[in-house]
């Protein structure tokens, strides 16, 4: 998906709630946003916001020398989500259809997002995503490939988030034939994306036969690109592949094979979908 | 008040708003915001947002020819709220606080705002504004200085809001020896701001001993700035100002005489007020 024109002020506003993470000195704040606004200008719009977006949050990392400005509130929303942990387990494993309440569960997850707002409601999204309707409703075509699929990629979004990923991974390997996982995250922090650091503290990497590929930030060593045709070859190796958020909708939406599951935060994501901001998908 | 750096994104989004008035050439849009983006780099940010608002949409006009890009929607809000003027004006005459009652009509058709957000619901807001608290409560203020003025500057905001303005200063005349009026326009078009055509068109103009001054758009020969000299010698002069809105507030809040009245529908407003948004205020 190409960023649309409302994507540019859009990644300023990213770009000063970054920023504001790390200082409260209004001039380095305007120096960010200045370099932030000259970088824009000087891109190609016709990139995926995700590509656009690592450029932004390069300049305020480099700027600032803060190479994690979002670690408080990730660390925060790791907690809390713990938290919720084992209450959201038994609602799954009470539930009529195990599967769909962890599905749901997981999207609820996608709403703590930094990058698509600054606000959000934890316990008051999972509880309005719980009875829900999907707006693209692909579960019966996701169940029929997890019953023919023997291993699973699965792109995680962010921290916080991560917690419920893995309650929906365990769910699927309770109900599914699959042996082998394969976890993406991010290869270095950006935004509250999940890193290797994040899967090892909710103990994601508990799961048996679980892997982790990196995605990288744009920054050489952090990992591959979704562009990469490393990455896109992973997708097309695997038997089913499971994509959480709008970041990773954004970079792979043409890919035909992904099953997407996200909230629409942002105006731009909703059209693209042709629903509204707040609806929920399993777009597969 | 000075320009926060949260306006810098939010003036590309109100000049991609504008621009979408006119046309749907993605490749004129982004050519408007490429040079919107570029005269925000080179502006001095402690301006006030209004200074900084009419550079934005002078852009706007030049590049597509176009020098009233809201004239749809200013004629729709108009006429919209035309057909609520006798119901409001009942409403007025059958209430224990007929001025109060102008007050929060007055106030609520403050969310006709295209500057601040692109979608409101205007009879939603006035059932809401009838019975909501003002947040910041000036009203016997307000009155004590009504009841010894013989004169009255106004500055009005946005179309169909000069409706509700004008059903304010009917009340206002009704029940206080005002016998003079001043109604300040603005000199050509911007945003969803009232003009002059406005005024007549909604019958303002049929108000006895009205007069209207002209504040300027930033382009020679619209008017006054509010800044300027002669401009605040009409303050001074005046023994009641009643101020209407987020831009009269963002150019004349450190002017103490002013009684505002608006709806909080930025952050950055909210935040200067002390207030969140939705709130409503008569400041004095």
Chains 1, 2 share one sequence.
Request: net charge neutral; with cysteine; aromatic share 8%.
């Amino acid at each position: 998906m190409k960023a649309n024109l409302d994507c540019i002020p859009c990644f300023q506003r990213q770009a000063l709630q970054a920023v504001r993470f790390i200082t409260n000195d209004i001039q380095v704040q305007e120096q960010v946003l200045r370099k932030v606004i000259t970088a824009l200008y000087d891109q190609d719009w016709s990139q995926t916001p995700p590509q656009i977006a690592r450029i932004v949050h390069k300049i305020v990392k480099e700027e600032t020398k803060n190479f994690d400005p979002y670690s408080k509130v990730k660390k925060e929303y790791n907690d809390r989500a713990l938290k919720l942990y084992s209450s959201m387990r038994n609602l799954v494993e009470k539930s009529e259809n195990p599967l769909l309440t962890a599905i749901r569960i997981a999207i609820a997850g996608n709403i703590i997002d930094f990058g698509a707002s600054s606000s959000f409601d934890l316990t008051k999204t999972i509880d309005s995503i719980l009875t829900k309707p999907l707006k693209i409703n692909g579960f019966s075509k996701l169940t029929e490939v997890l019953s023919k699929s023997h291993n699973l990629t699965y792109l995680g979004d962010n921290t916080g988030e991560i917690v419920f990923d893995k309650l929906l991974i365990e769910t699927i390997l309770n109900h599914f034939e699959i042996n082998e996982i394969q976890f993406a995250v991010k290869g270095a922090p950006i935004i509250n994306d999940a890193t290797m650091e994040d899967a090892e503290y909710v103990n994601l990497t508990s799961i048996p036969n679980i892997k982790f590929i990196k995605i990288g930030i744009g920054i050489p060593g952090t990992g591959l690109g979704r562009e990469d045709k490393e990455f896109l070859d992973i997708i097309k190796k695997s038997d089913m592949i499971i994509s959480k958020g709008q970041g990773n909708y954004e970079a792979l939406s043409d890919q035909h094979k992904i099953f997407f599951l996200l909230i629409a935060k942002c105006p731009v994501i909703a059209r693209d979908l042709g629903i509204e901001i707040g609806d929920i998908v399993l777009k597969g």
